[in-house]
């Protein structure tokens, strides 16, 4: 089975500052990692999303995340925050093995003027 | 955007009744998922379709049903809403099944009094 554990609930930044959103997943295999952003009242839109080959991806808005297998880790970045960043995130995985997404509880960035 | 539509977007129904949300899809997936999502809870799997007919159940798929008749529509039914199925439920679509990332509706919330 799989799992994944977003560390903070609520992070708050200001803006102009870096953006570390973290996410640690377990899965007995190899893993397939997401990351979707929801703006209020919204579905969840994809930010960015690892499945083979280079572990740093990159995705839109200027948010990227790496893939660190050592650490079972999936955190998202972002070096300057922006208003507009304001948002709900959500770690998710998924395996070959079946055809569930698992995602995380979220995580909801403020962002300071 | 991926083409997806739910109805009704909004919804207030007393305990008791049945109550029938509707996903639809222009992209021709072959696969849809119903999620709910909870504060604190993140999304959790209702049920999902890996085709016509073809239908699976999820993590909290219990006071659940699900039908599938054609590609494009698949109904999440509620057969006599309780309380705690107050929530709001987001359809997802995928191509494939493992490794594909999902494309959410915009949801719908329900309320059941």
């Known amino acids: 089975a799989q799992s994944v554990t977003q560390l903070g609930s609520h992070v708050s930044v200001s803006e102009g500052a870096l953006v570390l959103l973290r996410c640690n997943y377990s899965s007995s295999v190899p893993p397939y990692l997401f990351w979707y952003v929801q703006y209020p009242n919204q579905g969840l839109q994809l930010l960015l999303k690892y499945t083979t080959g280079a572990t740093l991806v990159k995705g839109i808005n200027g948010f990227e995340a790496e893939f660190k297998k050592s650490e079972t880790s999936f955190h998202l970045t972002k070096p300057s925050a922006h208003m507009s960043d304001a948002a709900e995130y959500f770690c998710?995985?998924?395996?070959?093995?079946?055809?569930?997404?698992?995602f995380g509880t979220g995580t909801s960035l403020t962002v300071i003027p | 955007d991926a083409g997806i539509t739910q109805s009704p977007r909004h919804k207030v129904t007393e305990t008791g009744t049945p109550v029938t949300l509707r996903c639809h899809q222009t992209e021709n997936h072959r696969y849809m998922y119903w999620y709910r999502q909870d504060p604190g809870h993140g999304l959790r799997l209702i049920h999902y379709?890996?085709?016509?007919?073809?239908?699976d159940k999820g993590e909290v798929s219990d006071g659940y049903s699900v039908s599938r008749s054609k590609t494009e529509d698949f109904l999440l039914t509620l057969e006599s809403a309780t309380s705690s199925q107050t929530s709001v439920y987001f359809c997802?679509?995928?191509?494939?099944?493992?490794?594909?990332?999902?494309?959410f509706g915009p949801g719908t919330r329900l309320t059941v009094l």
């Open positions: 998710a995985v998924t395996t070959t093995e079946g055809n569930q997404f698992y």
């Open positions: 379709s890996y085709g016509v007919k073809d239908t």
């Open positions: 997802a679509i995928s191509e494939r099944g493992w490794g594909n990332e999902q494309f």
